[in-house]
Structure formats: structure tokens, C-alpha cells
């Protein structure tokens, strides 16, 4: 039902003889036969609930057809089952399956004339002829009401991420309680592993393990470093439960003690995304929390005479303070209105996630080299102003030294 509302509302900002046409993701091989486990496009499946590969749906004010593959007996037992023809319309609501083979013969007859057609291709096979079939009828882009759908979350949805929220938190609790020195990166990464795992999810994005001076590599991924007492170890991790991302990154020092000089740069970034939390409610400027996170990370390290006022403050932060988040964790949805910048709205979620990063520098105090530092959470605008998505993992300087001094003996 849920889906069906979807597309019901998708339709109305259509007029009367419309056509979309929106395809699922190809199949991903990782190396010769192998394949990836098989993950359903956002678009498809926040319209049509199916999570078979190969399928196209077909949805206008009149019909709700999709192309999809048959039953193959032979093929099933390799595979699984599949919903084939003869169930698809009582399992999707559909009013017609079509077998994906016939979609050369079939598809241009689903389109009586007259009608526009909007479709998005992917850069994919199935997208390519679906480009082809459709050329004569000068498609146009879909991706805009449905985006903006999908950016203001249902409370199914925000029931979901909650849950996706809480799992990432206990995971990256059980990581602060766990770590030791020496332990390789991947060793730690594999508590997530195991959290996610248990909890039947996955891995919403590849997992940042950085120690040291890996922290100041904004996408690292390698995680195969041996972690050292006195290093902090950056964490950017966050599952995905029912095809919605979480995404939270925490820092915390290896042996479970800041020294002076980290404390110093934490207390910045924390103190900056408290703020530009506090900033997010309806009506506000979406770009306001990047500013007040901005503003108070350059006062923190002019007042440690790190930076110099006409110092440019990307040298330590060079990354926006928040995505929007959802079915992807960098979420569709448009940051800005005729080049402004929108507004926040009930339903939306996005994160909030300052850093300060400072490499090795000769002209740098040695005590804050190789310190990097990012704290993120997930917020979602509700009508007072914002829930924390992520509220129940700590990330003062004192409940983490509490917790890991409680825990890591
Ligand atoms: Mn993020």
C-alpha cells in the first residue's frame, strides 16, 4: 500500500497523460562469475516494493505494468525463487507483468499516443535500450518530484532510520569499548562487521578505520594500520537496515585517554556541531548549520594560534557540515532553490558532521600533527525543531574517557 500511495502521489504532479518509466540497478559482478549481493535501485523500490534485478516499471493514471523476469526452474535453483508473471500482480499490485524479454515488442504498445514520456537512464545496459526504444518519444526527467518525495521522509521511513540509528550507535559503542593498541584497523573494523551482521544489515558505505595520521585522509579506506596508544582513531561508519543509511563518525583516542593538545582540537569540532545541530528546524536556512559550524571551528584555532584570521580555514576543514540522508546515504533531494539556499523542512534528514584535520606541517606545532577529527551525527527536522537520530552514542570528551576507562583494561 505504502508504495502504491507513492506513486499515487508522484502521479498527481503529473498531468493526465503521463508515463513513467523507471528501471531497477543492474547486477554487479566483483570478479569473473562472482557478483555483488544484489541491491534494488532507491528510485524503484521506494515506487514499487520489488527487489528482483532486471525489471522495469510502467506507471501511469490508467495502469501499473512492470517487465520483470519469468520463472526458470533451472535457474532458481541456482539463484532463488522469483515472482515470475503469474504472481507479480497480486504480490505488486500490478495490473499486468510482462516477461522482460518482450520488452523490444511490448513497451511502446504500454504508451498510447500522444502521451509524454519521462524516464532517467542509468548508465547501464537495460537503461541503454530503454534509451533507444524511447528516443521517439523525446523523454523528459522524472528525478525532481520524485526526488523531492523522497527528501521528506514518511514516518515509516524516520521508524526505519531510527532503527538503522540505533544499531550504528551500539556498534560504534561496542568499538570504543574494544579497541586496544596495536589492534589493526580491521580488527576493529570487524566489530561493525559483526554488529551489522547480527543485526541483519550491511554496510551503508565502505567503512572509514583510520588511526593517527589516517584520520586526515578524508576517504580512507584501506584500514590495515596497526592503531597506537596515543593516536585517535577516526571512525565514519553506519549501516543500512531495509535499504536505509545511517551514517555516524566518531573519534576517540586509542589507549582511551585525549591528550591535552587533542582535547584542545575535539572540543572545537564538538563544540561546532552542537551548534549547527541547535541551528536546524523548519524555516532555517539549510546552510546555516556549515556557517555556525565554520565560524566556530576558525575562532577555535585562531585562538590556539593555529590559524591566522586571513589564514583560508579549508586548509583544516575542507568538507561541506552535512548530506542529506535516506535510501542513499548522500540522499537525493535539492540543496538549493534558484540558487539559493533552501530551507529546512519537517521530514528531512540530514547529517551534521564538522572535522579539523591537520597534517604534518613544518610550520605547525608538532603536538597537533597528524590529528584528525570529525564527529557526525543524524538529524531529522521535525515541527519543534530536530530529533538526533543518533543521540544515544556519547560523544563528549568525559563519556568517552569514562566509558573506555570503565571497559578497557
Ligand atoms: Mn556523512
Known sequence: MIHQNRRQELLSQFDDNCVLIISTNPEQFRNGDVSFPFRPHSDF????????????AVISKDSYCMFLRPKDPAREIW???????????????????FDINQLEVELTQLIPAGHSVYFDAK??????????????????SLQMPL?????????????TMQKAADISCAAHTLAMTQVSPNMFEYELQSVFDAHF????????????????????ILHYIDNNQ???????????????????ASDITRTFPVSGQFSEPQKQIYQIVLDAQLAAIDSIKPGANIHKPHKIASDIIQQGLEALGLLSPKDCLSKFYMHGTGH??????????????NQQHRVFEKGMVTTVEPGIYIRKDAKIDPVYHNIGI???????????????????????INDIETLMSQTNL
Open 324 to 337: 542529506w540522508l535516506g535510501m542513499d546515504v548522500h540522499d537525493v533531494g535539492k540543496y538549493q532553490d
Open 123 to 140: 548508465p547501464c545496459e537495460l537503461d541503454s535500450k530503454l534509451t533507444k526504444l524511447l528516443a521517439q518519444y523525446n523523454p523528459t
Open 45 to 56: 523500490f521506494y515506487l514499487t516494493g520489488f527487489q528482483e534485478p532486471e525489471a522495469v
Open 79 to 97: 539463484d532463488g525463487a522469483r515472482v515470475g508473471l503469474l504472481e507479480a500482480p497480486s504480490v505488486l499490485n500490478l495490473d499486468h507483468a
Open 147 to 159: 526526488h523531492e518525495m523522497r527528501l521528506i521522509k514518511e514516518e515509516s521511513e524516520i521508524l
Open 197 to 216: 551482521a547480527k543485526n541483519n544489515t550491511q554496510h551503508a558505505y565502505t567503512p572509514i578505520v583510520a588511526g593517527g595520521k589516517n584520520g586526515c
Open 374 to 396: 570529525r564527529i557526525e551525527d543524524d538529524v531529522l527536522v521535525t515541527n519543534e525543531g530536530n530529533t538526533v537520530l543518533t543521540k544515544n552514542l556519547i560523544k563528549t
Open 226 to 244: 596497526v592503531l597506537k596508544s596515543g593516536d585517535l582513531v577516526l571512525i565514519d561508519a553506519g549501516c543500512e537496515l531495509d535499504y536505509y
